[in-house]
């Protein structure tokens, strides 16, 4: 069984579309987050939700919205996709504790 | 607020050697987590170690382990006896223990293992 899950692996798109990643997790986490990962691999939060609740929101275009219906699963939808959203993102849970993030497996969205 | 910084973006080792990646990190907080993650050509995130600030002794997992100097804000990672399934690129990461837990990252190291 895989622990953090993302749906999908690879999203290829034009400009200006609206896509959506899925994640998720069944370790019974109560904190998940979406990471960005630049083409020079360097790796910045977007945002995190505990139990549902937003707790951390950065600097991210307000086209970025994040949404967690329960606390095991936590999207991210994006509207009127630019080239400079090309990145690979990737969702990651963590509990109390702070044992270590678990990652998903990143989706590489290429946007053309 | 934290940074993490790795100045070496790659390095090289021959096999069955071993190996130090260096990190520095600077945080306000006085407690909290830090992390070497690896991330093979597969793209997946692999947490390598884990070492909570407020303990003094090194860890350690299996060929694995950390110098960890608090006052120095220095965080190195070395590999011992080096197998080619070792390379990848290596962050550092930091995450304080209260609060708004989130990882720091640095910039990575790429790791070759040479035959």
């Known amino acids: 069984d895989t622990a953090v899950s993302q749906t999908p692996k690879y999203l290829v798109t034009q400009m200006g579309n609206d896509k959506s990643i899925k994640c998720e997790q069944n370790l019974g986490h109560d904190t998940m987050y979406w990471y960005k990962q630049d083409s020079k691999k360097f790796l910045k939060i977007m945002f995190s939700?505990?139990?549902?609740?937003?707790?951390i929101n950065e600097t991210v275009p307000n086209r970025f919205s994040p949404k967690s219906p329960d606390k095991a699963h936590l999207n991210l939808h994006i509207n009127s996709l630019e080239l400079g959203d090309s990145a690979v993102y990737f969702c990651?849970?963590?509990?109390?504790?702070?044992?270590?993030?678990?990652f998903g497996s990143g989706t590489r969205l290429t946007v053309v | 607020a934290q940074t993490v910084t790795q100045s070496q973006p790659e390095m090289s080792v021959q096999e069955a050697e071993t190996v130090t990646l260096s990190c520095t990190y600077d945080t306000s907080e006085s407690d909290y987590y830090l992390f070497w993650y690896k991330q093979p050509p597969s793209r997946q995130m692999i947490l390598v170690i884990r070492?909570?600030?407020?303990?003094?002794q090194n860890a350690t997992e299996n060929r694995f382990s950390v110098n960890f100097q608090k006052a120095a804000k220095s965080f190195s990672l070395k590999i011992s006896d080096s197998q080619l399934g070792d390379a990848a690129m290596y962050f550092c990461?930091?995450?304080?223990?209260?609060?708004?837990?989130?990882?720091?990252f640095g910039t990575g190291t790429r790791l070759t293992i040479i035959p």
């Open positions: 939700y505990n139990n549902k609740e937003l707790i």
């Open positions: 990461a930091c995450d304080p223990n209260f609060g708004n837990e989130k990882l720091t």
């Open positions: 070492q909570e600030a407020y303990k003094q």
């Open positions: 990651a849970s963590n509990r109390d504790g702070n044992y270590g993030y678990t």
